[in-house]
């Protein structure tokens, strides 16, 4: 079973950054994507950017410039640095891990990002 564990969230000013990271247990084999979504109230899950195992990203428009995503593939750990942050950036976030081979995905329960004005 594998088990997706979020941490780093939390209240930061406009301009300001956080670091969010995710910890993957379980038996995880071949390729697979790591990755952010997140959740504004009212509104539906988008993604946020996503890592493959090789090391190729892909960024929200919205988030391009400011938001890095990387990978530990040993320690089966994904980060966001989240610079420059704004107000409309506020929204649960979660870690999501995509395997391929079986197009199954696995969720994080979520961390909550709040970026005041």
């Known amino acids: 079973q594998v088990q997706l564990v979020e941490s780093g969230g939390g209240l930061v000013q406009s301009g300001g950054s956080l670091r969010l990271s995710c910890v993957a247990s379980?038996?995880?084999?071949?390729?697979?994507?790591m990755g952010w979504y997140r959740q504004a109230p009212d509104k539906q899950r988008e993604k946020v950017a996503t890592?493959?195992?090789?090391?190729?990203?892909n960024y929200a428009d919205s988030v391009k410039g400011r938001f890095t995503i990387s990978r530990d593939n040993a320690k089966n750990t994904v980060s966001l640095q989240m610079n420059s942050l704004k107000p409309e950036d506020t929204a649960v976030y979660y870690c999501?891990?995509?395997?391929?081979?079986?197009?199954?995905?696995?969720w994080g329960k979520g961390t909550l990002v709040t970026v005041s004005s």
């Open positions: 379980g038996i995880i084999f071949g390729e697979n994507i």
């Open positions: 890592v493959t195992k090789g090391g190729t990203t």
């Open positions: 999501d891990l995509y395997l391929p081979y079986s197009t199954v995905n696995y």
